[in-house]
């Protein structure tokens, strides 16, 4: 049998400040005041905020080797504006404080960003209708978008086609990823935070519900079981969130994780390039966006995603059985595609809590999951974040932050 050891001891930066509890009436003698599970952009966004604070220690969790290597890099780069989710959704709040938490830290801090703005186009009287609904929600969220005369958008793209009519989004945009999370890791750990990666969470012990904080187990890379024990813990573990979570409360409340897999697709030739991202008019019930046109920082067009339903979040190889159905989409818009030139790129996984929509007007729609369970206290949960978790993620790091230390 292997013994259990301290975490703690396996860290080679670890920097021990003095450890101040999230509240008065919390003074625990914990290895961390935050554990933080999950290194993504989201895991990523928290950490950093919590490292900020005063006489406390921050650790961040990842069972890979490096930051963001699931949905936080596999996914289209996209700001959102936040015209989706409804007038009184956390996506919707939060995506629109994200959205311009996230330009102004690209400008500041130098990330790559473009605001590229998007077309949501409609072919028939049915898609208007439901550009339209996207419209008028927007205005009534103060997110700004204006309908474009198909005179116009011939004119400014002349290889999209819009049948009826083009709704345009004026603070849609892109960002690099990567180096978004590259600088988010260098910062936290500039403000004395610690990261432990190949460090999986293998079990979690709630220590009195959590009222004297919580112990958690992880498997060393030498396969024996690590323990630290933390006054706060943040579960923004992804697509392994539910897992997560599982461990913690009790069976009455377990939740059933949900994967939506989204093949991209490539593009090989230099026309048609559009320098707008290009989005099908949405589908009430449908798990995503429908399959959109996207640029990188490059100016490379690339596709999708689509929505497969999957039961194994690492299933992340193309299916090229979906190839023909993206390209039939991808050509009601850009009719003049080159079929040959369309090619299978990657994979991303989107964690859900069913089989729901991704947009508002649906009878099934997915909002955020983000709350400290009740008799859990300390213990603040992440489940499905998923579009728009990027454009997100630092609004919901002060919100984090908020239900923390209100």
Known sequence: MNSIRP??????????????????????????????????????????????????????????????????SRNSEVIHAGLYYGSNSLKTELC??????????????????RNTKKWIVAQDEQQYNEISKVHDLARSI?????????EEGKRR?????????????????????????????????????DCAFLT?????????????????????????EDAITTEVLINSAGLYACGISNMILPESRHIKPFYAKGNYFSYSASHPKPSTLIYPAPTPGHGGLGTHLTL?????????????????????????????????????????VQRNAIGLDYCGIRP???KKGAVASSKEFQDFYIKQEEGFPGFVNLLAIESPGLTSSLAIADMVSEILYH
Request: hydrophobic share 35%; proline share 6%.
């Open 296 to 336: 990188d920082m490059g100016g490379r067009v690339r596709f999708g995603p689509d929505v497969e339903w999957v039961d194994d979040p690492t299933d992340l190889k193309p299916n090229p059985s979906r190839l023909e159905e993206a390209y039939g989409e991808i050509q009601k818009y850009l009719p003049n």
């Open 200 to 224: 999986p969470v293998t079990r979690i012990e709630p220590l009195e519900n959590g009222k004297n904080g919580y112990r958690v187990y992880t498997r060393s890379q030498e396969g024996g």
């Open 352 to 354: 859900k809590l069913g």
């Open 7 to 72: 975490l703690t001891s396996n860290l080679c930066r670890l920097k021990q400040a003095p450890l101040r509890s999230f509240s008065s009436s919390r003074a625990l003698n914990a290895d961390f005041t935050h554990v933080v599970i999950g290194a993504g952009v989201v895991g990523l966004a928290i950490a950093r905020m919590l490292a900020q604070r005063d006489g406390t220690s921050t650790l961040l969790l990842e069972k890979h080797g490096s930051v963001g290597t699931e949905t936080s």
């Open 157 to 193: 793209e002349p290889d999209v086609l819009a049948r009826v009519g083009i709704l345009e989004s004026e603070t849609t945009g892109i960002v690099d990823s990567h180096s978004l999370m590259t600088y988010l890791e260098g910062d936290f750990e500039d403000r004395g935070g």
């Open 142 to 150: 103060g997110v700004p978008t204006k309908f474009l005369s198909i």
């Open 96 to 113: 629109i404080k994200g959205k311009h938490l996230m330009y102004q830290l690209c400008a500041k801090q130098g990330i790559p960003y």
